[in-house]
């Protein structure tokens, strides 16, 4: 059973199920909204991610799968979603912006991905977002084409770093297109486009 979206809400009628089996519910064909949901961070530090999730927060979430993670996948295969709805307790333990489309509050929402075969790099599936996909925001992070395991000494350059994308599902998509880079001293540096 699909998630029903419409632009301002959210509508299942199966929603007087157990939580577990409506977060096991498909919204798309690859992806879950427990997936979307879930963070190991969280999990370690005891927060209830889905005590947060309201339907608005699902509705935010099902139009960015809709609009871009799906495309993705059918596109580039399996994807690891790093991180995507962040309830206010994890948004504030990760010192995230009070506004991050991550906490799907207001009209947008977002996700942290990478494709899971090697062979796609972190940069060429930024650059088929940005050419394909309708989308707010797209950054390239900490993504370093000349880096080097410190563990193996093999270069992992081309899988460095991930891709944040967000989307907003009332209104425009702004297409924005960034880098983000970490200083000698670890703050996070924006950048306009994908490479210098």
Request: charged share 20%; with cysteine.
């Amino acid at each position: 059973m699909l998630w029903m979206v419409t632009t301002a809400t959210v509508t299942n009628p199966s929603w007087t199920l157990s939580k577990d089996k409506w977060l096991a519910m498909r919204i798309s064909q690859n992806f879950s909204l427990q997936e979307l949901v879930y963070s190991p961070t969280a999990l370690h530090a005891g927060i209830d991610q889905e005590d947060h999730l309201d339907t608005n927060a699902v509705a935010r979430i099902t139009a960015l799968v809709l609009a871009v993670l799906q495309p993705v996948r059918d596109q580039f295969g399996p994807t690891k979603v790093n991180s995507c709805f962040r309830s206010k307790p994890l948004n504030d333990l990760v010192n995230g912006s009070s506004n991050s489309a991550h906490c799907c509050q207001g009209t947008k929402s977002a996700a942290d991905i990478e494709i899971y075969s090697e062979q796609v790099s972190n940069l060429q599936l930024a650059e088929w977002i940005r050419d394909n996909l309708n989308f707010d925001q797209l950054i390239l992070e900490n993504y370093n084409p000349d880096k080097v395991s410190k563990i193996t000494g093999e270069p992992e350059g081309p899988n460095s770093g991930w891709v944040h994308v967000s989307y907003s599902s009332v209104g425009d998509n702004r297409k924005e297109v960034l880098r983000m880079v970490k200083d000698k001293k670890g703050k996070a540096k924006y950048y306009p486009g994908l490479t210098e």
